[in-house]
């Protein structure tokens, strides 16, 4: 059985975890300090955002080398000794991998600006003007404007599905295949465990660079990523074939590889699942508003359309954070155990992000303060919320850093901090914890295919094995029929078995074993 196979995960985003030197950045010493939390909670995975050496212009989703670690965040001695205490605590390590771009300060990308030329011209994506000298296409970048900047030395385009200072990779090129196998090997023999790869749908183009169409209706010019479809600029057939190559070189090592993978509608991932990635995450909750309705569909939705099961997230470093979104306060934190209760039954790898265990909502950033390029050009999709440092324990800088934080933001109450938090046996860190023992508890008498069980609109409800989990996203008491003898092994809120019928109360989740 492969290690993920009844696991869970955590995010860190590094810059913000824990700070061992005092210049506000999160470091692998603050990281490997911290290990011991992430132990006690109870998780089996740590994903660690992008580390590696970068201009930081998309704070690490801008690499400059794929094989060191950046100063801010210390040294390849520093990731290995990381490596190995997360090793000794049983965490297997997953590391966040950046192939569809590098930095504009990669080696290769400067090379390549020396002209036609360059050995490592053709590890970017160059086009010739379109005869109106202006970009070669329609293609728009997600960070806004278009998806082409002009070298002026050579008078060709490169392309950019992000910044300009984030030049797209050529997948064509198969010097770019070999050098990326490389560079997993390099981390396979360190030690890594597994690899988030950044937005994985998009590593190739069509090699017709025609236009994309744009949306119909949209009723002006195309101007934003949004508002075109993307026939020809994500989601290609070669792209699979990259990570078709990849599982053969991971293959018999246990190491997993899960995709960033958006593609719309969920029945399209198929293909990426099949003898590619092992895992891609379900991001289908993150755009919906707060509703027991849709969420329990949606789930059920996706868990039959992907049997062998998805990186489950409630959040992440590029969305706001859960219990914001799920309308804050206790209530907030409610809705999100009841919605781990949910899903920590569901085939697949569930993934908390840092700060979710504490019930953190969106920390405060102002305007002055705002550092995410998302937010600069569209304040309402900024990501810095989510990014604002750990609270550890109470006192200066709450214990993320000695320093100023590399993002400044309100101060958060000293409830809010791990340490006040673990003493309270109420408190959405004692919860969580809780939760995720009781997963673990059950988790021999958990396997095989979701059952779905009958039960009333806005709750999740289903069988697996011998351990049911239910779970009341609504804000009223709901019945369940549980046919069978259950004992609640956990319950996030008030849960009662009469007979087979179980109560749940408001916002609340539960997992329950077959009696025997
Ligand atoms: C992914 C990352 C995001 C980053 C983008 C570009 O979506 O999660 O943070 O900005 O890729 O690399």
Redesign the pocket.
Known sequence: MSWWADAVGYEVYLRSFADSDGDGVGDFPGLTKRLDHLADLGIDAVWV?PFYPSPQR??G??VADYCDVDPAFGTLEQFDEFAARAHELGLKVVI?I?P??SSSEHPWFRSALEGKDSPHRDHYVWRDPAPDGGPPNNWLA??GGPAWTLDEASGQYYMH??LPE?PDLNWASPAVHRAFEQVLEFWMARGVDGFRI??AHSLCEDRSFADNPPKPGIGREPEDFGDLLHVHDIDQPETIEVYRSWRRLVADRDVLLIG?VYVDPAPAMDKYVDDALHLTFFFGLNPLEWDPVTFASTLREATESLPDGWGWIQG???EHRAVTRFGGGPEGVERSLALWAALFGLPGMPFLFQGEELGLENGVVAPEHVLD??GKRIPEDG?DPCRTPMPWEPGAGHGFSSGEPWLISETRTDNETASVQAGDPESPLSRTRALLDARRSTAGRRGGPVDWLDAPEGVVAYRRGEVAHVANLTDGVVTVALPGPWDVAHATGEAVLVGDRLELGARTGAILGVVA
């Open positions: 955002t998309d704070f989703y801008d966040d950046v569809n771009h997600i960070f599905l992000f984030q950044d937005v960033e992440s470093h590029d390029p998302v990501r």
